[in-house]
T-cell receptor, first 112, second 114 residues
Framework: DAGVIQSPRHEVTEMGQEVTLRCKPI?????LFWYRQTMMRGLELLIY????????DSGMPEDRFSAKMPNASFSTLKIQPSEPRDSAVYFC??????????FGPGTRLLVL | AQSVTQLDSQVPVFEEAPVELRCNYS??????LFWYVQYPNQGLQLLLK??????LVESINGFEAEFNKSQTSFHLRKPSVHISDTAEYFC????????????FGQGTELSVKP
């Protein structure tokens, strides 16, 4: 099993640009989670999906952030426009039946 | 509301010494409990979990954790640590009726010195 796949692994962009992070969950998993990790705030849950449907997006910081899951094998997290305070490591995780979550390697985002 | 507290932000120990990383949680319903480990510049890896049954759970690399319902704790222990155990450790809790939503503690940085 390839595990959770995230791309890109690193992203450097300038303030105001659109950023799209991608995630492929483990095949057969029906839940997908997006997290953000920073030194100041630790690990924060941004949004999660069950069976491709967003269940809880209360962690999404503001309207600049959006997430989609068009099918069971793909999800995107978009930031538009990006700001320096969005710099963080973004993790995607997936699970089956709401049990154990398996994490991807993360995308390290730097907004200049 | 659900919350997780890891009481130590940093734990320095010498190689082959025992270690305990503390985790307390608050919840009004039954929970699942997890420990994840994060090595530098990597994602989180599941170390061990408690879902039900025996309150003592073990990992393949010698860590163990005990679920204590009365004290709402899930402390992580290892009798003898190695240099390779140096990493950040996260405790997490999921309420059984929340569809798998995890709440993480702030993490404990374990630093093993020779």
């Amino acid at each position: 099993d390839a595990g959770v796949i995230q791309s890109p692994r690193h992203e450097v962009t300038e303030m105001g640009q659109e950023v799209t992070l991608r995630c492929k969950p483990i095949s057969g998993h029906n839940s997908l989670f997006w997290y953000r990790q920073t030194m100041m705030r630790g690990l924060e849950l941004l949004i999660y999906f069950n069976n491709n449907v967003p269940i809880d997006d209360s962690g999404m910081p503001e309207d600049r952030f959006s997430a989609k899951m068009p099918n069971a094998s793909f999800s995107t997290l978009k930031i538009q426009p990006s700001e320096p305070r969005d710099s963080a490591v973004y993790f995607c995780a997936s699970s089956w039946g709401g049990e154990t979550q398996y994490f991807g390697p993360g995308t390290r985002l730097l907004v200049l | 509301a659900q919350s997780v507290t890891q009481l130590d932000s940093q734990v320095p120990v010498f190689e082959e010494a025992p270690v305990e990383l503390r985790c307390n949680y608050s919840s009004s319903v039954s929970v699942y409990l997890f420990w994840y480990v994060q090595y530098p510049n990597q994602g989180l890896q599941l170390l061990l979990k408690y879902l039900s049954g025996s309150t003592l759970v073990e990992s393949i690399n010698g860590f163990e954790a005990e679920f204590n319902k009365s004290q709402t704790s899930f402390h992580l222990r290892k009798p003898s640590v190695h240099i390779s155990d140096t990493a950040e450790y996260f405790c997490a809790v999921s309420e059984n009726n929340q569809g798998g939503k995890l709440i993480f503690g702030q993490g404990t940085e374990l630093s093993v010195k020779p």
